[in-house]
Every structure is written in C-alpha cells, then in structure tokens.
C-alpha cells in the first residue's frame, strides 16, 4: 500500500481586523511610535477653495472677520435656500396645475367609460331578462300546442281501446285499399304486412285476402276509426296523417297520399320506430324530427299504444305533425330589431329564418362560429333556461334559450350586443365630447398662470445667485483651511495645531480635531500592542495544532509488516485544535484495537479534555482488559472531579485479525458502518450505551460481529452527518449512506478523499460547524494476509487473548418451550431449563449467571402479581442461535394485562426505605440484558429478553 502523508491541521484563521489598520512595518514599543508607522487618517470632504478675490465691505459688515456664530450664518443661508423652495414651489405649482389638467379629463373620460359601462350592463341585462321571458313565453305556446296534439291522439287511442273492448257496439265499416282510393282527399286505406300468416303472394290485395289471412272482421271493425280521425284532422291543421298498425300486421292510414302509398304492400310498419318505441314504452312516443317523403316539410310521429280487453297490446296508433306552423312562433319579432329566433332539436335545426332545404343542417349560419358550444350547454339540463355570449366584436350576440319540455327542443333567441348597446355609446360620446371642452378652457386660464409664475421666478433666481455668492465666500473658507489640515492627518502627520479663530462652531471643531489626532497616537500604540499579543496567541494556537494532530497516527500504512487489513483516518477541526480523536494499536500479536471519539464542545477545554480521554483509553486498553471494562474503568476516572460538566461519545472495538471478530463496545456514538465485502454499505446494529464522562459507575454491553475478507468498517464522528449546507440542510446520514456505497469499490485512501469531497460540494463554502474525523479499516482476502500463511505455518494453540469461537464451529439451536406453574417453587426449573438451552449455545457461565439473575427477577414478578394471588401458567421460551451468538428469552402469562417496563426506573440514589416499591427487578434485568420489550397479544403478557454472548465469559 502507498503511504498517504500526514493530515495537516488546518491553517489558523486571521483574527478580526482592528478598527484602524496597523502600520506596514513590524510595530515598534508603545512607547516608541515612530511616525512613519501612523496609519492613515480618512481625509474629510474635499471644499471648493474660496475666489482669491477679498470680500466686499458689505460682507465685512454683514458677517465680520470674526463675529458670528455659525448658526446666524447658517439661517442666512436657510433664507437663501427658502428663496430656492420659492422657485420649488412655483415649479410643482406648475406641475399640479398641468396635473389637474390631465386629472379633470382623465376623471371626465372616467366618468364617461363609468356612465357608459353601467348603461351597457343596465341595458343589457333589460333586454336579456325581457328575452328570456320572451323565450319562456314562446317554448311555453309551442310547448302548450304539442300537448294539445298528444291529448287528441289520447283520445284517438282511448276510442280505438273502445272498439276492441265492445266491437259488438259497431257495425263493420268496409273501405278500400290504397291502390283503388283517389288522391287529393281524406281517404281510410288498408293494407297487409307482407309477411303475414297465410298471405300468398303480396301482389293480390282484396277482400278475400283479408279473409284469407282471418283478419276481416277486425279491419272492418277499426274502419269505424274514420268518424274520430276525421273530426281530429278536421280541427288540427297540424296532423298531416293517422295510421293504426295492428300487432298481426293490419295497416290503415287516413290521409291524401292514398295513390302515393303503395310501397306500404311491401313494407312491415312493425319495424318502425314509432310502433316499436310505443309498444315497447307502453306510451307516447315522439320521433325525432324528419323531412316527409312527400314535400309537406318537416314532421314529427307521435304515437301510443291501442289495447284490447285486459289491458292486452293490440297494435299502435300514430299522428304525423307537419311542425311548419310552428314557424309563426318561433320567428315573429323579437326584443332587438336585428335578433332572430331557432328551434332545435339537439343538433337539428327545426325552424329559422331563412331556413330552406339547402342550409337545414348549417349550425354556424344560425348560431355563429360557437354553435356547437352553445348546444352542448343547452344539452346539459333540457329543464332550465340560460344564456350565453358568442362571436365577437361587432358580430357578438346574446344567446337566450328556453326548454320545450314536452319534446326536448330548444327555443333560443339571439340579439346583436350591437343593438343593445347603441343608447350607451351614444352617452359615452356626447360624454368626451365635453370633457374636452372642459379640458380646453381649463388650459387656457392656466396658460396665463404660467406666464406670471415664470416671471417671479426669473427675479428670485437671480437674486439668490448674487446673495449665494457672498454667503459661500464667507462660510466656506474656515471650512477649507480645516479640510487642508485633515488632509495633512491623512498622510501621517498627527502633530495638529488649530489656528483657526472664526469664534464659532468651525473653531472649536478644529480645537476638537486638534483633540483627536492627539487622542488617535495613543490609540494607535494601543492597537499596536493588541496585535503583538494577538500574533502571540495565534502563533502558540498553531503549535498547539500541531502538537494535537503529531498526538494522532498520522503515518500510512501504520503497520508496513501486517497486510491482513488496510486502515486509514483522517480528522479536520472546526478550530485550530478540535474535540475529536482517533486511534488505532496493536493490544497483543492478533487484536487490533480501533477507537474513535468525540469531545463535547470544541476549542481549547475539548482539546484538552480529549488527550486526557485518549491516553486513558489507550493505556486502559494495552493493559489486556476487554472493551467494556476499558470503557467502564475510563468512565469512571473522566467522571472524577468533572465538574465543567464535559463528556466524551466513543466506539471502540478490537479485531482478531486471524478470524476477523470484531468485538466492540458504543458510548453513545454514531454507529459505525459496514460494508461487506462487494455489498452495499449499512449501520451496524452496535446499541449506544451511556457517554463516558456523565456518571461514574456505569456498564457498557460488548457486541460481537465477524468480518469477512474484503469487509470495509467505516467509523465517524457527527461532524460528518451533522455538516450543513448554505439552506442549513445537514449531510444526514442517509446521504453519508449513499456516498459510501457510491466509493465502495475504491481503496480506503480514496473513499476517505471523496467522502471529503462530497461534504465539501454540499456545504459549498459554509463554515465548518463540528470537526469532521473519519477511520475506515477494511479487511483483506486469506490469500493476501500475511496471518492466514502464519496460522498455516505454525500448529494451532491456545492463547489467554479471549477470542471468540469460530463462527461456523458453533450450531444453532433450536427454540423450545416449557410450560410451568408460575409458583416460587418452580424458579429451579425454570433456570435449569434457560441455562442448558444458553449453555448449549456457547454462553459461558459468568453470563449464565446473570442472565439467571435477569430470569428469576421476572418470573418472581409473574409468580407474586400476574394472576392476583392464584396459580397460572408461565410460558418460557428460548431461541438461541449458537453461530450469531444471540439469544432470545421470552417469558409468557395469561395474567391481567401490565407493562412492567412502563413504570419509571427507581432512584437508586434514595436509601430503600424511601424509595417506592417495585420496579427494582425489572430495572435489574434492564442492566443484565442487551434489550427487553413487551407487548400484549393474544390474551398474554409476552416480555422478550435479547442477550448476546460474550466470549470473554
């Protein structure tokens, strides 16, 4: 492996700048300050240098040599400045005159738009709302026709019932068939279905076909329809034709179209719509609308069911309704003098102005570019009336519809906004017409306004041009003299003397800065002073920081005869010396011990605290104890006399480099985490015990994992998940996760680097808030290590190093149960039977002995309080798994339901009679075990103890 230099500790930050800048060269004793070394002073506002011209006798005798306070000075000037806000005045005179101008007809047009808008929206919704109730009144009139319609075929239908209920009432009524009737007049027609019963041939229609097909008697019978078809077409002009088809195939028509008829020999009305949709909806049926074959226009078919004795179907009466009178309606005058009136069906136009043969089916023509639009919405509640606008600009229209309830239709009535509108732009041009005129006559009286402000305004600039000039010679050359004399302090020179004796506020300012620069010399000694100690302590910082990052190994590869692992670390502090700490050293020929911390605080007090924290853990654990105990014996020394209050989180863990387990202990540090082999990275489950430091007396639980060849053990401080970027977005990690497994393949060296890289690129310039220390040891193949040849080459011995069992010398264990009265009696065989099941598994005796202590604080518990006093059944279940070294114990009651870990742990710091009872067993087997959880299911108490083994005993 190559060596990787020595982290170098970063550069000390400059410390603040002082107020004024130190001299360029080395400074000199405060009490020697020489001049050359004055820092600069910032020089004053450069003044205008005063006419070489003497003043006048006037202004002698105005302001004197030296008379005068400069308050008297400064009102003479406030006067001449008034003189300015004179011309100011005059000037936004002017401007809000030219703006009441543009006011008076920007509010005039306003008004207009206003009047002319309100009387469009008044308008409009006038004429809309008689539209509507135009519309109502139109849709109701057609609606009200069509009703009557349907209540005369009621009545054809109720009358043709009658004859099939009592035929015996009527005498036959023969009439012709449809090629023997005339044309031209009224005329009762029959015919046959072609596909009758009995018929011979289609061509031959006569009596003996009707008797032929049986059916004689019942077409002589409905001729008697012709005394009520007539009377109906004689008083509705509407109905074109009446025809009754019966359900065995009897067809009669009543109309004028007798020789144009014949086709109906061929035909079976039964097919029809009209007769299928009325049979099969046991009622009136309207058809949609259809041009009549025989140029009377457009029609509709109404028809309805004809029914014999006991309600039994007989056949289907039917009306055609030529709608073409429905034209008066729909087109008479409407409420605009351009709007027009359509009645559709759906999609279909029924009746229009201008509507003919040719243009039927254009909805445009009728409704615009929107016209389907609009018959969507129609299409949405055929119950209710609406409106809607379309087209645009001088072809925009107000669409208004209505319902014809009785068959769907639609009655829509469009008037041209045009039409509408016209009374309000009328308004809203007489409006601007006046509001020019108003605009005019205002400009004018304001034009002679003008004239004469600008003529006093001429007269006051000039007289305070003259006055001005007089007042600046006067005030301003003290103020020059005293602007020199700055200047000169702005090279260095701090030997200042006032002579300026104007007798006014300029004098003793100058008196005040003669005050300063006497006052800036001392200073500058005393900054100079601060620097030198400033530069001291910055100096004894930087030594500090090395003698901090020489405490670390910083020399890679460590170990250059041991190849059985890699290792590299790395730590950056936020200051220029940090909290936290690494290492990593050899305890015997085969364990590695690898640690790494973190110092609450930072600066100085962490550093210290944390070589004192480090030279204990590295000595405690060179002297051959297992992790915990060195964890417990350093906790238990930083605990003494701590009373700053600081605490250290660290993991520590020795590896066997020969069998690659790991045992590890955690005081309440990150968890490392692991990569196994080519895999994916992952926290290890190491549960954090107590920080070392807080409390004496504390215990630290060890865990035991096996690493394989290749396994890559990455450990970090928080200064890593915890480094945050501009927005105050942490690293998390989550995201420390995914670069880990994004570098995996690469060597230690470079994942350390690109780890580095990445907290650089998300915190993208923003301080370091936590030191930031990282150390990866990755284990190598038995064919590259130099230990695996060493096993080979040397037999197999023992050794007092308390190295776990090989992993795959150890079996699993099945889990078992035994089920026992929960009585104190019974604790020997309860621990018997946990202990052969642990002892089985690998778990020395030492353990075995607390476990058993943990076991018995819970069953007594179980015994004395889960059943109140009765005898119950306890359930006690082991699962061991001998090759993990992880046990499970789970003690069972059907006893009433409690939570023992739910009461709070007792205060061992009261004596016995004064803490409160119970608790103290449950809090015992807390400390004894690695983890306990309850839960109640299935009627039991179920309370889980997890143990791991520890080899050591």
Not at 175 to 201: E, I, K, Y
Request: hydrophobic share 40%.
């Amino acid at each position: 492996m190559p060596e990787t230099p020595a982290p170098v500790p970063p550069e000390t930050p400059l410390l603040p700048a002082p107020l004024v800048a130190p001299p360029p060269t080395p400074p000199a004793p405060p009490e020697v300050a020489p001049e050359t070394s004055t820092p600069p002073v910032p020089s004053a506002v450069s003044m205008v240098s005063p006419s070489s011209s003497s003043p006048s006798r006037l202004s002698d005798r105005l302001f004197g040599a030296r008379g005068g306070s400069i308050s008297n000075k400064i009102l003479t000037a406030f006067l001449l400045v008034s003189i300015f806000g004179m011309l100011a005045i005059i000037v936004m005179a002017e401007l809000m005159f030219q703006g009441i101008i543009g006011v008076t007809e920007q509010s005039n047009l306003s008004i207009g738009e206003a009047a002319a808008q309100r009387s469009d929206e008044a308008l409009t919704a006038t004429v809309l709302s008689n539209t509507e109730q135009l519309a109502l009144a139109k849709a109701a009139v057609i609606d009200e026709s069509l009703k009557r319609l349907s209540g005369d075929l009621v009545t054809l239908a109720n009358y043709i019932n009658g004859l099939y209920a009592h035929p015996e009432d009527y005498r036959a009524a023969p009439f012709d068939h449809v090629r023997v009737a005339p044309t031209d007049v009224l005329t009762l027609q029959w015919a046959l279905s072609p596909n009758m019963p009995g018929m011979v041939s289609p061509s031959r229609f006569d009596e003996r076909d009707l008797e032929d097909a049986g059916v004689l008697d019942e077409t002589w019978l409905l001729g008697n329809i012709e005394h009520a078809g007539g009377a109906l077409m004689a008083d509705e002009s509407h109905i074109s034709s009446i025809y009754l088809t019966t359900s065995g195939g009897i067809n009669i028509g009543y109309d004028s179209f007798a020789q144009e008829k014949r086709a109906v020999d061929t035909i079976d009305l039964r097919e029809r719509d009209w007769y299928v949709g009325a049979r099969d909806n046991d009622g009136i049926y309207l058809s949609n609308t259809y041009r009549d074959s025989f140029d009377r226009g457009l029609n509709i078919t109404m028809s309805m069911p004809v029914k014999g004795p006991d309600g039994v179907f007989k056949g289907v009466v039917g009306i055609d309704i030529n709608i073409s009178d429905l034209d008066d309606i729909v087109t008479e005058t409407v409420a605009s003098s351009n709007g027009y009136a359509v009645l559709l069906n759906g999609g279909e136009i029924i009746s229009a102005p201008g509507l003919d043969e040719g243009n039927e089916n254009d909805l445009t023509l009728f409704l615009g570019s929107e016209a389907h639009g609009i018959i969507e919405r129609m299409r949405g509640d055929f119950s209710d009336s609406g409106e809607t606008r379309v087209g645009a600009d001088a072809r925009e229209f107000f669409a208004v519809w209505a319902p014809v309830t009785t068959t769907k239709w639609q009655l829509v009535i469009l008037v041209p906004k045009l039409d509408i509108v016209a009374p309000s732009v009328e308004l809203h041009s007489e409006i601007s017409t006046m509001a020019d005129e108003a605009a005019s006559f205002a400009s004018n009286r304001i034009m002679v306004v003008h004239v004469i402000l600008i003529g006093i305004a001429a007269l006051l600039v000039a007289g305070s041009i003259i006055t001005s000039r007089y007042i600046s010679l006067r005030i301003t050359r003290p103020i020059t003299r005293l602007s020199a004399d700055v200047d000169r302090m702005a090279t260095g020179t701090l030997d200042y003397r006032s002579d300026i004796t104007t007798g006014d506020e300029i004098e003793a300012l100058s008196h005040s800065f003669e005050n300063m620069t006497r006052q800036l010399k001392g200073y500058i000694a005393e900054i100079n002073q601060a620097t030198a100690e400033k530069e001291r302590i910055s100096t004894e910082l930087n030594v500090a920081a090395n003698i901090q990052a020489a405490m670390l190994p910083n020399t890679f590869p460590p170990f250059p005869g041991r190849d059985e692992f890699d290792i590299f670390a790395t730590m950056q502090p936020a200051r220029e010396v940090g909290g936290d700490f690494y290492d990593f050293f050899f305890i015997d020929e085969r364990r590695l011990a690898v640690v790494i911390a973190d110092v609450s605080g930072k600066g100085i007090p962490a550093a210290l605290f944390m070589v004192v924290a480090k030279t204990l853990i590295k000595s405690s654990a060179q002297m051959g104890t297992r992790p915990a105990e060195v964890f417990e014996a350093v906790n238990d020394l930083l605990a003494e006399n701590n009373d700053a209050g600081m605490f250290v989180t660290a993991f520590m863990g020795y590896l066997d480099v020969e069998s690659g387990m790991l045992t590890c202990v955690n005081a309440g540090h990150n968890p490392p985490c692991l990569g196994c082999g080519g895999g994916g990275f992952a926290p290890l489950a190491v549960k954090p015990g107590f920080v070392l430091g807080g409390f004496s007396g504390m215990r630290y639980k060890e865990h035991t994992f096996v690493l394989k060849p290749g396994a890559t053990l990455f450990l970090y401080t928080d200064g890593v998940t915890e480094a945050t970027s501009p927005a105050l977005e942490l690293f998390s990690e989550k995201r420390l996760v995914a670069t880990l497994n994004r570098l995996k393949d690469v060597s230690i060296n470079d994942l350390v680097r690109g780890l580095v890289d990445d907290i650089e690129d998300f915190s993208m310039g923003a301080e370091q808030a936590d030191d930031i220390t990282m150390l990866v040891l990755r284990t190598n193949t038995p064919a590259l290590s130099s230990a695996s040849r060493r096993q080979k080459a040397r037999p197999a011995k023992t050794t007092s190093s308390p190295i776990a069992p090989e992993p795959e010398l150890v079996a699993p264990l099945e889990a078992e149960f035994l089920d026992i009265d929960a009585r104190d009696t019974n604790l020997p065989k309860v621990l018997d039977f946990v202990c052969a099941r642990l002892r089985a598994a690998g778990f020395g005796e030492r353990q075995l002995n607390r476990v058993a202590l943990a076991v018995e604080e819970v069953f007594v518990n179980i015994a004395h309080y889960a059943y109140g006093g009765a005898v119950g059944l306890a359930t006690i279940r082991v699962s061991a798994d001998g090759q993990s070294g992880t046990a499970t114990i789970e003690m069972c009651d059907r006893g009433s339901s409690f939570n023992p870990l739910a009461k709070p742990d007792p205060d061992l710091a009261l004596s016995a009679q004064e803490r409160a009872v119970g608790g103290l067993g449950v809090f015992m087997a807390r400390q004894i075990v690695d983890e306990i959880s309850y839960r109640r299911e299935d009627g039991m108490n179920r309370l889980l103890l997890t143990v791991t083994r520890n080899d050591n005993g």
